[in-house]
Structure formats: structure tokens, C-alpha cells
């Protein structure tokens, strides 16, 4: 198998000065008692799109916001080394100077949307850099446009899904056209076909070869044709690795699944099916690279093939959804919705963005209220539950986690729900610690909620809705934010739940997900259920799958009719691939 190059950005530019320059870069914020990231240093020139790799906790987050100031100067934090921004030290230039050079889209794209309209939102950094009025506007609507906002620029942000703000807070930064623009997860709120589109957009922010792109991003499988250079960091946050794609992602690809970061689905089949035997070199990173390597490499001396054991679960649903009709600001969301779910159910809930799948799960934990009669749990109305009692009967975890936190320690929100239930503290000690432990945060039980990281916030969040131990838990995108180490101890953990008994259902965009956990899709489009069924029946449905967007899952793309290894075609699973856990 001959390696795709990947050449689509143009190559960076060794005549001009670098956009960003970081040396030794240390960041310890507030009551931290070790910095985070530890060491850092590279460079960005015109040109380039660079990948940040790391597991949560190692600073990839705290590093974007000292390419534009954020830190030290709005979010307090002791800064050490250097971070030279367009030759500016970023430590003492004002945010709004810095502005003229860097843009950054955040993880939460509620941290940085401020007006009333979408339309208003695009305007206002170019406003702010005092631009021409018609050029303004040309930049706000070229920005909207490109990411499908252009017919919504009226609407309020706050009515737009989550999803669509991500694309808002993408659209303000490609309408400050700066030379250089950081994200940081740019795409994980957006359906596939989203993706698609954002990464065609950036594609062209760096077609001229004036611009630069830093990139954190956990979709290596969306961002791999644009990415051509990756530093990883530790879990401490000291770089391990910076070099060309493949240099890093293929030559040291296994040292970065130890690490716990994430790589492309292609690629983390291939580690599996390389100790099984079958001959893949060099490493694939796309389904395509994976498809050739499979037909062009030999069978292997054996190729057994691990046993499934998914009992899937059967009986009287724990959840029963009958017309439920939402409206919100005079729009129909919901339309006659019908749902029933049996208990011990792992459900996935996908769509596209602004479908109504946030609204459905809302409805469904009471999180926003439904019609009474619409949602029953366990054979009682939602509707007219108290919250308190509700809690005892399913968990809600939001799609954005400090839209969830009450309290001042890690360890008092874990306890919240368990001493409003009026346990005895000797329980509520005993729940929590076990907790802590089990989502890697034991060493930041006294530390404030929003002081953690994305992926921390992201397992707090989870951990408070098990905690009570409900029946039915319900999870809007729970792997946002998370490394891969942490993902998949998360989405084990769940699996476990569900094995006991625990109702699962998720909202994702993530497919690979869909495919590996879940039993059942719920595919809601325009307000409605396009579809109820197996994974395999849904995954199997192309005209609905092109229809909707959605596509179909990385592996299950590389491996659909493989000739030469049949018994890898159809596999959608990687644990259901020869090779054997790592």
C-alpha cells in the first residue's frame, strides 16, 4: 500500500516571520498546584495547519488561550516562557490588538456569542477593527454563507441548536479573516455533514498559503486531509512529538494510543488487525488507505474473529413517549413524536443539527418540561414529578457541562444530588470517592468545577448523573471533549450500566460510536422520527442515510465488501475485528 501524501494546505512559507511562536511555554492557573501544559514550544509560519494532540488534562484548551491572550489577561493564570504572537508577546499585548492577528473558535461556542442576532454576531469583530462598513458586511455574509447560517442570520443565537452555534462561532472567525485562527474543537457539535462543510471552509482559509491554522480536535478522521503537522503532548503536558503526519501519526502511532489520544478509525483498526496477523504497512489513516492495505495484504496464518455477545434487551418499556409536541418561540420543534424503550437499551439518537434531538432527550429526562401524559417513566407522568423525585429515576447530562454545575468543589457536585436525597454522609462519601476515582479526578475533588478541563468537565458532568444510580440515563454528546483513553473507559462504564440493567440513551453525531455501542438508532429529522431500528438496519439504509446526512460509519466505509478478507466485510465495530483489546 502506497501512504496518501496530504498536501492540501499550501506548503508553509520558510521566507516570512513565524504567525505564532511558543517556547517553553508553562501555564499554572489559580490554586493549581503543577502547571498545565508543562513545557511547550513550536512555531506556526503562513501556510501551515498544525494538529495538538494530547489527553484531557494536558493543557491543549489552556495553550489556545494563550494564543490570544485570554490568558493571563481575562482568565487569571501565571504564564512562563514565551508566546510571541505576530511578533508580539501575547503575556502584555492587549486581546483586542492580538485580535488583528489570531481568531479562536472555543470549545463552547456559548463562551463567545454577545448579541442579538446572527447577522449582528458575524459583524461585530470586524466592526471592532474599525473596517469599512460595505466590507463588513461583505465579510459577514461571505462567513455566513459559507457555513449555512446566511438564511438564519436574523434568528437570535440562542434559538439556533447547539450545532448551529458552533457554526455561528466559526462564521465570526473566518469573517475576521486574521492570518492566524485557532479552534478548538470545531466540529464536535456538528452532524457529519456539518463537518464536511467546515473542513471545506478551512481548507480554503489556507489554500493562499497567507494564512496558518492551529487545530485541537479529537474528528481525526474529518481533520486528516487538512492536517500536515502534529505536536502531541503528554498527559503532563510536555511535547513528545512534532513532525509531519506521517511521521508522527504513522511512525508513532502506537506510542500515541498508549498516550491515550485519539487516532483516525482507520488507523486503530489497523494496530488491532496488525496483531492478528494481517500485513498493513505503512499504517493506514483513512477508510480508503485501510480498504487498499486489506486487499493488497495476505491472508494471515489465522484470522479468528471474537464473539459478539450482544443480548439485547426485550420486555415492557421503562420509557413510553405518546404525540409529544414541542413548540418553542412560536416554532414547531417536536412533531408527534412516538417512543417506547425497553429497560436495559443502549439508544442512539442522531440527526441533523437543529433536528430536535436535544429538545426530544430534554423532554424525555424533564429537563424541559413535557405535555402532561406525553412522557411517562416507569409508568409515571414526567410531567408530574417533582425534580427532586425525578432524579431517583433517570440522569441528565447536558451537552455542555457548566450548564449543569451548582457548587464550588468537584467533590460537593458529585455529593449535590446525593444529599438532596438525604443519604447518610457515610453513603455520600463512599458514592463520591468511588466516583472520583473511577473518572480520573480523585486529585481534583477540591478543586472548582470550571477550573477543570473541557474532557474533566466532561466526566464531572457524567459522574453527577450516575452517581443517584437511575434507572434510565440520557446523555447529550458525552464524549465531547474527552480524550480516547477516557472515552472509551466512559462509554465502557456505560455498557457495564447498561449490562445491569441501566437505560442508555445518547445523543450523538459521533457514528463510530453508534456503531460499537449502541443496540438501536433513533433518527430524528424536521421534528420527527425518520427512523426507528437496528444499528444494522439504519446503517444499511443509504437513500436515508445521503437523505438525512449522515453517512456511514469509518469502518463500515473501509470494509463493505472487502474481496480479498470476506470475513472482515460488513464488520461496523472495531471490537469486533480480530486482534484483541489494548
Partial sequence: MTAHPHPTAASPRTDVDALLRLRNVAVTHFEADRPTPADVGFDVRPGEVV???????????????????????????????????????????????????VAMV?????????????????????????????????????????????????????????????????????????????????????????????????????????????LIEHDLDAAIDLIERVVALDGQGHVVADGGVDEVLRGRALELHELGVWLPSATLAALRLRRAGYTLDPLPLTPEELRAGLEAAAPPAVASLPRSADARAAGEPLLRVRDLRVTRGGATVLRGVDLDVSAGGFVAVVGPNG??????????????????????????????????????????????????????????????????????????????????????????????????????????????????????????????????????????????????????????????????????????????????????AVFADEALLDRIGLGTPPLGRALAGLRRHPELAGITRLRDLPGGDR
Fill in 106 to 214: 472555543f470549545q463552547d461556542p456559548d463562551a463567545q456569542l454577545i448579541t442579538g442576532t446572527v447577522f449582528d454576531e458575524v459583524c461585530f469583530g470586524p466592526e471592532n477593527l474599525r473596517l469599512p462598513v460595505p466590507e463588513v458586511l461583505a465579510r459577514a455574509e461571505a462567513a455566513l454563507r459559507r457555513v449555512g447560517l446566511w438564511d438564519r442570520r436574523d434568528d437570535s443565537p440562542d434559538v439556533l441548536s447547539g450545532g448551529g452555534r458552533q457554526r455561528l462561532a466559526i462564521a465570526c472567525a473566518l469573517a475576521m479573516a486574521s492570518p492566524l485562527l485557532v479552534l478548538d474543537e470545531p466540529t464536535a457539535s456538528l452532524d457529519p455533514s456539518g463537518v464536511i462543510e467546515v473542513y471545506a471552509a478551512l481548507r480554503d482559509v489556507v489554500a493562499a498559503g497567507d494564512r496558518a491554522i492551529v
Fill in 355 to 536: 433536528a430536535g434531538k436535544t429538545t426530544l432527550v430534554q423532554a424525555i429526562a424533564g429537563v424541559r418540561r413535557p405535555p402532561r401524559g406525553a412522557v411517562r417513566i416507569d409508568g409515571m407522568d414526567v410531567r408530574r414529578i417533582s425534580t427532586r423525585a425525578l432524579s431517583r429515576h433517570v440522569g441528565f447530562v447536558f451537552q455542555n457541562p457548566e450548564h449543569q454545575f451548582v457548587t464550588t468543589t468537584v467533590f460537593d457536585e458529585l455529593a449535590h444530588g446525593l444529599r438532596r436525597l438525604r443519604l447518610p454522609e457515610t453513603e455520600v462519601r463512599t458514592r463520591v470517592d468511588e466516583m472520583l476515582v473511577r473518572f480520573g479526578l480523585a486529585d481534583r475533588a477540591d478543586a472548582h468545577p470550571f477550573l477543570l478541563s473541557g474532557g474533566q468537565k466532561r466526566r464531572l458532568s457524567v459522574g453527577t448523573a450516575l452517581v443517584a444510580g437511575a434507572r434510565l440515563l440520557v446523555l447529550d454528546e458525552p464524549t465531547y471533549g474527552q480524550d480516547r483513553a477516557r472515552a472509551e473507559e466512559m462509554l465502557a462504564m456505560l455498557d457495564d450500566l447498561r449490562a445491569a440493567g441501566t437505560t442508555i440513551i445518547v445523543v450523538t453525531h459521533d457514528l463510530q460510536l453508534v456503531a460499537e455501542h449502541a443496540d438501536r438508532v433513533v433518527v430524528v429529522d424536521a421534528g420527527r422520527l425518520a427512523a426507528d431500528a437496528s444499528v444494522d
Fill in 51 to 101: 494538529l495538538v494532540l494530547g489527553p484531557s488534562g494536558s493543557g491543549k484548551s489552556t495553550l489556545a488561550l494563550t494564543m490570544n491572550g485570554l490568558i493571563p489577561h481575562a482568565v487569571p493564570a501565571e504564564v512562563h516562557g514565551t508566546v510571541s504572537v505576530g511578533g508580539r508577546d501575547a503575556t502584555i499585548t492587549p486581546v483586542a490588538e492580538l485580535a488583528a492577528t
